[in-house]
């Protein structure tokens, strides 16, 4: 009887202590703008350092995500905003909706890829950058000139032939709209866009859409990112992958949401994904990472990411943050299909 009693404690015990188990675990919402195929990669790295700690993605475009915690504002569900543009989350900064945060690691992150403010909200993670994707099978099929100048796809020649991302979704069409207006001034960008707008067959929800086009021959140029297009060609599309002049970039940043419900667990992530670790992680596909303490020579993803030394713009992530509701309104009126 004894025994018996003891067993039947011993179940109750166990029984009573797996939703105390359960309930351990914090459930972080994550909102992302990263490419699908590296979420579980992530999430799986993450995880394994931090078992207590579960990361639930909310994933789509930059536009969409940055518009999407625009809307939501101090009640957005999200704890922490891991792969957007950091010129969105100095916007969502502005508008209050990101908390200030000082990892222990911080200083391992170099300068010019975070926050500067006395009280910083966002860190880098790791630099894209906007290419040119060029078929150049197709182009030699049908005599297609290789561009060498953003000014060169103006020209009649790729009339209904160029592919690019809708800047109000994506934050590579956004990031490289801005690029044409910094670095040309507020006429002759919105001047140029005209013209290019007159050889452009189609805008697309996605940063990764137009290259992929371009790959597969339905446009012979896909204005898109670099690393998408360095994956693409090493899997054997016929792509050249070009950047050019004044190219378009921005970081893909980490933060804290003013939100936030579980401000602990999201301060330990924000820590890890600035990490040397997590940063050698980005570093298999970008060759500019947030983390100092990482040697990035020479381990970008694929052996075809193209040299972007001398070819970015001297962005500054502020003005693209201020005027990018103006400039998207804008575009909207002009060229939105």
């Given at each position: 009887?004894?025994?018996?009693?003891?067993?039947?404690?011993?179940?109750?015990?166990?029984?009573?202590s797996?939703?105390?188990?359960?309930?351990?675990?914090?459930?972080?919402?994550?909102?992302?703008?990263?490419?699908?195929?590296?979420?579980?990669?992530?999430?799986?790295?993450?995880?394994?350092?931090?078992?207590?700690?579960?990361?639930?993605?909310?994933?789509?475009s930059?536009?969409?995500?940055?518009?999407?915690?625009?809307?939501?504002?101090?009640?957005?569900?999200?704890?922490?905003?891991?792969?957007?543009?950091?010129s969105?989350?100095?916007?969502?900064?502005?508008?209050?909706?990101?908390?200030?945060?000082?990892?222990?690691?911080?200083?391992?992150?170099?300068?010019?890829?975070?926050?500067?403010?006395?009280?910083?909200?966002?860190?880098?993670?790791d630099?894209?950058?906007?290419?040119?994707?060029?078929?150049?099978?197709?182009?030699?099929?049908?005599?297609?000139?290789?561009?060498?100048?953003?000014?060169?796809?103006?020209?009649p020649?790729?009339?209904?032939l160029i592919?690019m991302?809708?800047?109000a979704?994506?934050?590579?069409g956004?990031?490289?709209v801005?690029?044409?207006?910094?670095?040309?001034?507020?006429?002759?960008g919105?001047a140029?866009?005209?013209?290019?707008?007159?050889?452009?067959?189609?805008?697309?929800?996605?940063?990764?859409?137009?290259?992929?086009?371009?790959?597969?021959?339905?446009?012979?140029?896909?204005?898109?990112?670099?690393?998408?297009?360095?994956?693409?060609?090493?899997?054997?599309?016929?792509?050249?992958?070009?950047?050019?002049?004044?190219?378009?970039?921005?970081?893909?940043?980490?933060?804290?949401?003013?939100?936030?419900?579980?401000?602990a667990?999201?301060?330990?992530?924000?820590?890890?994904?600035?990490s040397?670790?997590?940063?050698?992680?980005?570093?298999?596909?970008?060759?500019?990472?947030?983390?100092?303490t990482?040697?990035?020579?020479?381990?970008?993803?694929t052996?075809?990411?193209?040299?972007?030394?001398?070819?970015?713009?001297?962005?500054?992530?502020?003005?693209?943050?201020?005027?990018?509701?103006?400039?998207?309104?804008?575009?909207?009126?002009?060229?939105?299909?």
């Open positions: 009887m004894k025994s018996f009693k003891l067993l039947a404690l011993t179940a109750l015990m166990a029984a009573t797996l939703p105390s188990l359960a309930q351990a675990k914090t459930d972080l919402t994550v909102y992302t703008a990263f490419e699908t195929d590296l979420l579980s990669k992530y999430k799986s790295a993450f995880e394994q350092d931090n078992p207590d700690i579960d990361i639930h993605w909310v994933r789509d930059t536009g969409v995500i940055t518009s999407r915690l625009l809307a939501e504002g101090k009640n957005s569900p999200a704890d922490v905003v891991w792969g957007l543009a950091a969105s989350l100095q916007l969502l900064k502005d508008r209050g909706l990101m908390a200030t945060s000082t990892p222990a690691n911080a200083d391992e992150i170099t300068d010019a890829y975070k926050d500067q403010s006395k009280n910083p909200a966002w860190y880098g993670n630099g894209m950058f906007a290419a040119v994707c060029f078929n150049k099978a197709l182009a030699k099929k049908n005599n297609i000139p290789e561009p060498h100048s953003w000014q060169d796809l103006t020209k020649v790729y009339k209904g592919s991302p809708n800047p979704s994506s934050g590579t956004y990031m490289q801005s690029a044409w207006l910094q670095s040309m001034g507020e006429d002759k919105w140029y866009m005209d013209a290019l707008d007159k050889n452009v067959l189609q805008y697309q929800h996605s940063g990764s859409k137009p290259c992929a086009q371009a790959a597969t021959g339905e446009v012979v140029v896909g204005i898109s990112l670099a690393v998408r297009g360095a994956i693409l060609k090493t899997q054997g599309a016929p792509l050249d992958v070009i950047v050019l002049d004044n190219a378009g970039w921005d970081l893909e940043a980490v933060g804290i949401t003013s939100s936030s419900k579980h401000k667990a999201s301060e330990r992530l924000l820590e890890w994904s600035l040397k670790k997590a940063n050698e992680m980005y570093n298999e596909n970008y060759p500019i990472v947030g983390n100092k990482v040697n990035t020579k020479g381990k970008a993803s052996n075809n990411y193209p040299d972007v030394s001398g070819k970015k713009l001297d962005n500054d992530f502020s003005v693209m943050a201020s005027e990018r509701d103006g400039i998207l309104k804008k575009w909207g009126s002009r060229y939105s299909q």
